[in-house]
């Protein structure tokens, strides 16, 4: 009866070490914000509440996209293809991982995006924690000072993403210098050439015939590059 009594004390012990939680995930945000065409990065902090190290496996489970965006793992800022649909990482005893991030490329177009998660124990699937990541994709709409000098003042293009047509204001200080933006593809090929008179304030950039996608424009002052910054065209 005694020994009886022992091998059920034994499994019971068992059953409640297995089934304890061995680690915890830091506190998140309701909603994660960024602005097309940026890149959102979500840190994701993992505590080992245990004197053992832990191998937990990061899986998306689902997720709600936009067509244009892409959700995928990073660790230690090397950021894995997104068809990579779990991830293998190590805790240390007592200790918080803290390099492991999702991101999302928040894409062509403003809205919502999710995606749900689980963190399991390799060992011990019953060891298990499920949370959502909510993104909110905004449109820029302010037009910030983007580079500055006793040359010129430029203000950022609007709007971006551009379907038609967008401008960029701007004000040269130095009537002896040559300014002109020029619009590059994602290859770094020139397309179009935009001149920046000292008498005008403003440009006109015609994307009317750009396909969809992301460009540069580099602010030259003269002929040397200055500043290049992301251009987004959508249809």
Not at 138 to 147: F, L, P, T, V
Not at 188 to 208: C, F, H, Q, T, W
Request: glycine share 4%.
């Amino acid at each position: 009866m005694k020994k009886h009594f022992l091998w059920l004390a034994f499994f019971g012990l068992v059953a409640v070490e297995l089934s304890a939680q061995s680690f915890e995930v830091g506190p998140l945000q309701d909603v994660y914000k960024g602005f097309i065409g940026e890149t959102v990065k979500v840190p994701i902090k993992i505590i080992n509440d245990t004197d053992k190290p832990l191998t937990l496996i990061v899986r998306r489970v689902s997720s709600t996209l936009g067509g244009t965006q892409k959700n995928y793992f990073c660790l230690d800022n090397n950021c894995l293809d997104q068809r990579v649909e779990d991830v293998i990482v190590r805790v240390e005893p007592r200790q918080t991982l803290m390099e492991f991030q999702i991101a999302l490329d928040a894409g062509l177009a403003n809205g919502i995006s999710s995606a749900k998660y689980m963190i399991y124990n390799r060992y011990n699937t019953a060891d298990i924690y499920e949370f959502d990541v909510n993104f909110a994709v905004e449109e820029r709409s302010a037009k910030a000072d983007i580079y500055s000098s006793p040359h010129i003042v430029l203000h950022d293009v609007y709007p971006n993403p551009v379907v038609d047509f967008a401008y960029v204001n701007y004000d040269m200080k130095n009537d002896e210098v040559a300014a002109k933006i020029i619009i590059h593809n994602i290859l770094g090929n020139p397309i179009d050439e935009y001149n920046l008179p000292s008498a005008e304030n403003n440009v006109k950039i015609r994307a009317e015939s750009m396909n969809a996608g992301i460009y540069f424009y580099t602010l030259y002052l003269d002929n040397e590059g200055v500043m290049t910054r992301k251009l987004i065209v959508k249809k």
